[in-house]
C-alpha cells in the first residue's frame, strides 16, 4: 500500500498541515513518498523524512511556485503511476481541497476531504470525515481501488519516528495547457505566524471598544507566539482587517488553544472555532453564550485581565 503526500508549502517554508499528512500517512502503514513542488528551501525538504517521508521527491520549477491547481494535479496523477501509490493524502486547505477534488476525477478515485481518524480497514476502507463545521462526523468507505485523504487541520500529531531524508529530483509532467488559468495578483495575510497554521489563536470581539486597544491582544498574541483574530462585527467596522475574522463566513481555525476576549459566542463564530482542542474565555457577561461552548471561562473586565494574564505568562516563560 504505497501512499504519496502532496506537500505543500509558502515562501520556500514547508506547511505544518502537510507535516500532519505525513504523519497520518506513515501511520497506515504502508511506505510514504512525499512530493513538493515549487522553490522550497533544502532543509526543509530533508525534515520531511523526519517525520516519516521514505523518500522525498522534488519539482524544482519556479512555474509552480503559485500554486496552479491544474499544474499540480497533472502532476500528481503522474507520481501516482510512477511511484505505483494507489492512495494520495494531502491536508484540506484552500489549495489542498481543490486539488483533491480535480484528481480525484483524473485518476478515478475515491474522494474524502475534512477526515479526522485513520482508516478502519476491518470491513473496507471506512474514514470518517467531520460535516456541518465540525458538528457531526459521516463515515465513508472509499471503495475504489485508487484513494485521494484530504484530512482536516490537527487530525494527525506530528512526530518524529525517522532520520533527514534523501531528496530526489522529480521531473513533474505538466503542459502549458495547464497553465492556461494565471493567478495575477494575490492579497497576502499579514502577521508573523497565520491564521490556518496557527496553533493558538487570540482573538477581540466589539467588547474591546475599538481598534486603539488591539493593543493589549497583540502584546498577548506575541507572548504566546500566536495569531490574532476577530469576530465578524469587528472586521465589517473596519477595526481590524478582514482577513482575521474567524466563523463560518471568514477562516475556520482548528488551533490546540483559542482565546476569545469579549466575543459573544454567536452561533456563526463559534462554526468557526468548534474544533479548537482547548478554549477560552473572557467575558464581563456572565451569561455570554460563548461561556457554554468554553473548557475554561473568565468573568471579568478583558482591560483588567489581559494586562495580567500576558505579565503572568511572561513570569512563567
Known amino acids: 500500500m504505497a501512499i504519496l503526500v502532496f506537500v505543500e508549502s509558502a515562501e520556500g517554508k514547508i506547511r505544518k498541515t502537510s507535516l500532519e499528512a505525513i504523519s497520518y500517512a506513515h501511520a497506515m502503514g504502508g511506505p510514504v513518498t512525499a512530493i513538493a513542488m515549487g522553490t522550497i528551501e533544502r532543509s526543509e525538504l530533508e525534515d520531511l523524512g523526519k517525520v516519516g517521508a521514505q523518500k522525498i521527491l522534488h519539482v524544482d520549477d519556479e512555474k509552480l511556485n503559485q500554486g496552479i491547481i491544474q499544474a499540480y494535479t497533472s502532476v500528481l496523477a503522474q507520481a501516482m503511476?510512477?511511484?505505483?501509490?494507489?492512495?494520495?493524502?494531502?491536508?484540506?486547505?484552500?489549495?489542498?481541497?481543490?486539488?483533491?477534488?480535480?484528481?480525484?476525477?483524473?485518476?478515478?478515485?475515491?474522494?474524502?476531504?475534512?477526515?479526522?481518524?485513520?482508516?478502519?480497514?476491518?470491513?473496507?476502507?471506512?474514514?470518517?470525515?467531520?460535516?456541518?463545521?465540525?458538528?457531526?462526523?459521516?463515515?465513508?468507505?472509499?471503495?475504489?481501488?485508487?484513494?485521494?485523504?484530504?484530512?482536516?487541520?490537527?487530525?494527525?500529531?506530528?512526530?518524529?519516528?525517522?532520520?533527514?531524508?534523501?531528496?530526489?529530483?522529480?521531473?513533474?509532467?505538466?503542459?502549458?495547457?495547464?497553465?492556461?488559468?494565471?493567478?495575477?495578483?494575490?492579497?497576502?495575510?499579514?502577521?508573523?505566524?497565520?491564521?490556518?497554521?496557527?496553533?493558538?489563536?487570540?482573538?477581540?470581539?466589539?467588547?474591546?471598544?475599538?481598534?486603539?486597544?488591539?493593543?493589549?491582544?497583540?502584546?498577548?498574541?506575541?507572548?504566546?507566539?500566536?495569531?490574532?483574530?476577530?469576530?465578524?462585527?469587528?472586521?465589517?467596522?473596519?477595526?481590524?482587517?478582514?482577513?482575521?475574522?474567524?466563523?463560518?463566513?471568514?477562516?475556520?481555525?482548528?488551533?490546540?488553544l483559542y482565546i476569545a476576549v469579549g466575543i459573544s459566542g454567536a452561533i456563526q463564530h463559534l462554526a468557526g472555532v468548534n474544533s479548537s482542542k482547548c478554549i477560552v474565555v473572557i467575558n464581563k457577561d456572565p451569561e455570554a453564550p460563548f461561556f457554554k461552548a468554553a473548557d475554561y471561562g473568565i468573568v471579568g473586565d478583558a482591560f483588567e485581565i489581559i494586562p495580567k494574564l500576558t505579565e503572568a505568562i511572561k513570569v512563567a516563560k
Not at 484540506?92 to 486539488?99: E, F, I, M
Not at 504566546?224 to 466563523?247: F, I, Q, Y
Request: glycine fraction near 8%; proline fraction near 5%; include cysteine.
Open 81 to 256: 503511476e510512477d511511484e505505483q501509490a494507489n492512495i494520495v493524502v494531502l491536508a484540506t486547505s484552500a489549495l489542498g481541497t481543490p486539488v483533491a477534488a480535480r484528481l480525484a476525477a483524473r485518476v478515478k478515485a475515491s474522494l474524502a476531504t475534512n477526515v479526522i481518524s485513520l482508516p478502519d480497514t476491518s470491513s473496507g476502507f471506512v474514514v470518517r470525515k467531520s460535516i456541518y463545521t465540525g458538528k457531526a462526523f459521516s463515515y465513508l468507505n472509499l471503495t475504489h481501488e485508487k484513494k485521494v485523504i484530504a484530512i482536516r487541520k490537527n487530525a494527525a500529531e506530528v512526530k518524529e519516528v525517522g532520520t533527514v531524508g534523501q531528496i530526489t529530483p522529480y521531473k513533474g509532467k505538466y503542459s502549458e495547457q495547464d497553465f492556461a488559468v494565471k493567478i495575477t495578483s494575490a492579497e497576502k495575510a499579514s502577521g508573523e505566524i497565520l491564521l490556518p497554521e496557527a496553533n493558538i489563536v487570540v482573538s477581540g470581539g466589539r467588547g474591546l471598544k475599538g481598534p486603539e486597544n488591539w493593543h493589549l491582544l497583540e502584546t498577548l498574541a506575541k507572548t504566546l507566539n500566536a495569531a490574532t483574530g476577530c469576530s465578524k462585527p469587528v472586521s465589517d467596522m473596519g477595526w481590524r482587517p478582514h482577513h482575521e475574522h474567524v466563523g463560518q463566513t471568514g477562516v475556520k481555525v482548528a488551533p490546540q
